[in-house]
Nanobody, 115 residues
Framework: QVQLVESGGGLVQPGGSLRLSCAAS????????MAWYRQAPGKQRELVAS???????NYADSVKGRFTISRDLAKNTVSLQMNTLKPEDTAVYYC?????????WGKGTLVTVSS
């Protein structure tokens, strides 16, 4: 079992920045994939960014150049630095981890981009 707890969401003005963090606990060995997803009201959940245990990253086209995912293996955390935020980035952001072929999810943290 893996437990994931997100933090760092909130209200920010367009053009601003936020940093989300996700702390993993439990059977954290062999977590080979961690990611951030988001779900806006009335829309499907979508992949925002991912990072493998080898450090390979992947980003949705809509956030490339603005968001950066990073993973700290020693602290068992994954972070998402979000810059130049837009109103369309408003969503609940979920942390995801894949461990031994099982996908685990956090409860989500709300990010609201509004003036």
């Amino acid at each position: 079992q893996v437990q994931l707890v997100e933090s760092g969401g909130g209200l920010v003005q367009p053009g601003g920045s936020l940093r989300l963090s996700c702390a993993a606990s439990g059977s954290i060995f062999s977590i080979n994939f961690m990611a951030w997803y988001r779900q806006a009201p009335g829309k499907q959940r979508e992949l925002v960014a991912s990072v493998t245990s080898g450090g390979k990253t992947n980003y949705a086209d809509s956030v490339k150049g603005r968001f950066t995912i990073s993973r700290d293996l020693a602290k068992n955390t994954v972070s998402l630095q979000m810059n130049t935020l837009k109103p369309e980035d408003t969503a609940v952001y979920y942390c995801n981890a894949v461990h031994l072929l099982t996908s685990y999810w956090g409860k989500g943290t709300l990010v609201t981009v509004s003036s």
